[in-house]
């Protein structure tokens, strides 16, 4: 296995870890009082170390950040993991349309004038 499997695996595992936790904590709670409380950078690390977002200046970059800081943790840790995974592979590439689009564009033999559709393909 690669370096990038592990650390999938890894960041795969303490995501379940942290969602099996917290699902323990929320039944052991109160029976009135049954919420599954999900913990986030922001409640881990403190709102004091995240000052810094209100202070960038693109509104999309800001929002996509703050997002990101306040998310389930173990939903970020499984995404961190996806992303491990697609960097294992060398050439990733995804056609809502075609996969010769996707070759070409890989091995840059494309026109200009070939889009038909919706395309998105990633070099690695």
């Known amino acids: ?5 592990m650390a999938g695996l890894t960041s795969w ?8 936790f917290q699902a323990i ?3 052991m709670g109160n029976e009135e009082k049954f919420a599954f409380k ?5 409640s881990v690390v403190g709102q004091e170390h995240f000052k810094w977002i209100e202070s960038i200046s693109w ?4 929002n996509l950040v703050s997002f990101l800081v306040t998310m389930p943790l173990f939903i970020l840790l499984f995404c961190i993991g996806i992303l491990f995974f697609l960097r294992k592979k ?4 995804v ?7 996707c ?3 890989l091995s840059r033999e494309i026109y200009s004038g070939e889009f038909g559709a919706f395309y998105f393909a990633i070099k690695i």
């Open 38 to 42: 999900s913990l986030s950078l922001v």
């Open 25 to 27: 904590s929320s039944v």
């Open 95 to 101: 056609a809502l349309h075609s996969s010769d689009f």
């Open 1 to 5: 296995m690669s370096k990038y499997t």
């Open 13 to 20: 595992l303490f995501s379940g870890l942290i969602l099996l």
């Open 59 to 62: 509104a999309g970059i800001q």
């Open 90 to 93: 060398s050439n990733f590439c």
């Open 103 to 105: 070759d070409a564009f």
